[in-house]
């Protein structure tokens, strides 16, 4: 309103999620006018820079991509004066006594709400939440932190970490980010499930034969590798991002929309899953490929990776759900860096039709004749439905063909970036896409003694060339359960 304001402070500015995603993200919400009328960004980090060097960092990442409207230079010019800096150490109190101070002075007097968002290293994270909230935290509005994985290795140094946070800040202040949830067809999942009645009385064992959830990236952890050494793919993406779109996907149907009533569900059907054994999972790790002049590397060849490193950058895994809905049905999940290709998706098996008048024209090959349902999450979003069809003529032949929604045509406007609906969300205090900390605790639980065994017992992972589909393993993996991966052809 007129009389409240908002300042975002990005803590670790020059950073690469800041210049890559939060600035273009807060620039694309000032561009769609969803910004209050009153804030101020500041750009925290420990280089000395000037307001105006901040600006011309930011402007580098700045794009028009949303449409090609004449104003958008000016909308950056307006959006960059609203950008300032301030230098200071993360653990400093007086910085942020300095910081708190620029702030007031932009505040005017109004009802300044502070949102700070932490894109720091987890060893200091602490010291920054403990520095913002005693020194420069609201003093007659609301104060919130975003905060970004890695939330911990394990139930252990996530509760600590927890701990230390709730020190300092209510849960209620506290804003987990897991970019997937702000993806649009993962935020879509829930409308598919429970607007249409064709898939809703379906999402069940009785129906649903698997389920799989599909990452992969056609790059390596190029220049990452110190981060990614000491987490692996299962902590990277399985634990966090998979696991919540499993979450939303099987959750039981929530009371309301409501924040509360959705995160309610998803910790109820995390806590009846069974944690992982070493039986459920495949690992892997990219080896170094060469294909015509380019040689593409090994994991291992990243500097900042220990040569004899056994981290996982594939993994492979099934999952069940010991309730009346989802008793018996695999959940399996594959995740890798340096594969063939660049996707996210979910795949939905269905069961065969009994009795099928048409079995046979699929000879033995039944699995062929399964309805799949496919939702595209990234790149060139997408729903579609594999069916049954006549192929058309005179004979009686069918095949499979796809009923297809596909974003691009169907809908004109470019999809926002997930850092565009999660920072909204934060400004308006809608807690729905952020992870409360129970839900936390239950995404370790999960993972927690598969990993201690993985790295106890140093488990050799399965090389797999640089770009190729991963390692063998996985179909075996898969085979186990009856399933077929979905994106296999
Ligand atoms: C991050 C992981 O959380 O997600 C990265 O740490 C990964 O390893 C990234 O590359 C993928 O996100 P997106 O939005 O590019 O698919």
């Not at 620039?27 to 006018?33: G, S």
């Not at 004066?81 to 200071?88: E, L, T």
């Not at 192929?391 to 809908?411: K, T």
Request: a neutral charge.
């Amino acid at each position: 309103g007129e009389n409240s304001t908002v300042s975002i402070t990005v803590v670790g500015a020059s950073g690469d999620l800041a210049k890559k995603k939060i600035f273009p993200a807060l620039f694309a919400l000032y561009y769609e006018d969803c910004l209050p009328k009153h804030f101020t960004i500041f750009g925290y980090a420990r280089s000395k820079m000037t307001d105006a060097e901040l600006r011309t960092m930011v402007s580098k990442t700045l794009t028009c991509r949303i449409d090609k409207r004449e104003n958008c230079s000016e909308k950056m010019e307006q959006f960059l004066n609203r950008c300032f800096y301030h230098s200071g150490q993360y653990d400093s109190k007086e910085n942020f006594v300095e910081l708190d101070k620029k702030l007031k002075e932009l505040e005017g007097g109004r009802v300044a709400n502070r949102l700070y968002y932490l894109s720091i290293p987890p060893n200091i994270f602490i010291d920054a939440v403990k520095c913002a909230s005693s020194s420069a935290s609201s003093a007659n509005g609301w104060t919130r932190v975003i905060v970004e994985k890695p939330f911990g290795r394990d139930s252990e140094s996530s509760a600590a970490l927890t701990r230390s946070l709730k020190r300092y800040l209510d849960e209620d202040q506290i804003f987990r980010i897991d970019h997937y949830l702000g993806k649009e067809l993962v935020e879509n999942l829930s409308v598919l499930r429970f607007s249409n009645l064709i898939f809703e009385p379906l999402w069940s064992r009785q129906y649903i034969r698997n389920v799989q959830f599909l990452f992969s990236e056609d790059f390596g952890t190029e220049g990452r590798g110190g981060y990614f050494d000491n987490y692996g793919i299962i902590r990277d993406i399985m634990q966090n991002h998979l696991l919540q779109i499993l979450a939303l996907f099987a959750m039981e149907t929530p009371v309301s929309l409501d924040a509360e009533d959705i995160r309610n569900e998803k910790v109820k059907v995390l806590r009846s899953m069974r944690p992982l054994l070493l039986e459920d999972v495949v690992v892997g790790q990219y080896k170094s490929h060469t294909k015509g002049d380019v040689t593409y590397p090994a994991y291992t060849d990243d500097k900042t990776v220990p040569k004899d490193s056994l981290t996982p950058t594939f993994a492979a895994a099934a999952l069940f759900i010991d309730n009346a809905r989802w008793d018996g049905v695999p959940f399996l999940m594959k995740a890798g860096k340096a594969l063939h290709t660049k996707r996210a998706e979910i795949r939905v098996q269905f069961r065969h039709v009994p009795g099928n008048l048409y079995n046979r024209n699929f000879g033995t090959d039944l699995d062929q004749a399964t309805n799949e349902l496919v939702i595209r999450v990234q790149p060139d979003e997408a729903i579609y439905l594999k069916i049954n069809n006549k192929v058309p003529g005179l004979g009686m032949r069918l095949d499979r063909s796809n009923l297809n929604l596909h974003y691009a045509a169907r809908y004109s406007k470019e999809i926002p970036d997930a850092y565009e609906r999660l920072l909204l969300d934060a400004i308006e205090g809608e807690r729905r896409l952020f992870i409360r900390s129970d839900e936390l605790d239950a995404a370790w639980a999960l993972f927690t003694p598969l990993l201690k065994e993985l790295e106890e017992r140093r488990i050799n992972p399965e090389y797999y060339p640089y770009g190729s589909r991963g390692p063998v393993g996985a179909h075996y993996l898969a085979a186990k359960h009856n399933v077929r991966w979905g994106d296999m052809g």
